[in-house]
């Protein structure tokens, strides 16, 4: 029978991992990583998109692989559009090659997606 050690020499533990950490690891185990990707790309927007799609745009969810964005005006749409390919392979990069493959747009306040 051996006895207990309860004197050690080995480092402290690390601090306890955070819930949010532990949960999303957890649901992308589990199958449902494409919410959890939309809501990572939500969150992070400002550090994947350029200078140029931050000040005109701001993500509003993906469904079936399309990302929709809302911008400002029409014009802003017709811009951000010549650098969709560019947005798709950033995105691509930092959460992987199925959660994004096209982007549309959608004019502030104008719920159908088409022009005011």
Do not use: C, H
């Not at 532990?22 to 992308?28: A, M, N, R, Y």
């Amino acid at each position: 029978m051996s006895r207990a050690n309860y004197y050690s020499d080995k480092p402290a533990r690390p601090d306890p991992t955070p819930i949010d950490d532990l949960l999303g690891t957890i649901v992308e185990r589990a199958g449902a990583s494409p919410d959890l990707g939309v809501a990572k790309l939500v969150k992070s927007w400002d550090s994947v998109v350029s200078e140029r799609w931050r000040e005109r745009s701001r993500p509003i969810g993906v469904r079936d692989q399309t990302l929709l964005v809302e911008v400002p005006e029409g014009a802003d749409a017709s811009l951000l559009r010549y650098d969709s390919a560019d947005l798709i392979r950033r995105i691509s990069k930092k959460f992987g090659p199925d959660l994004v493959r096209a982007v549309r747009f959608r004019v502030e306040g104008d719920a159908r997606g088409g022009k005011p």
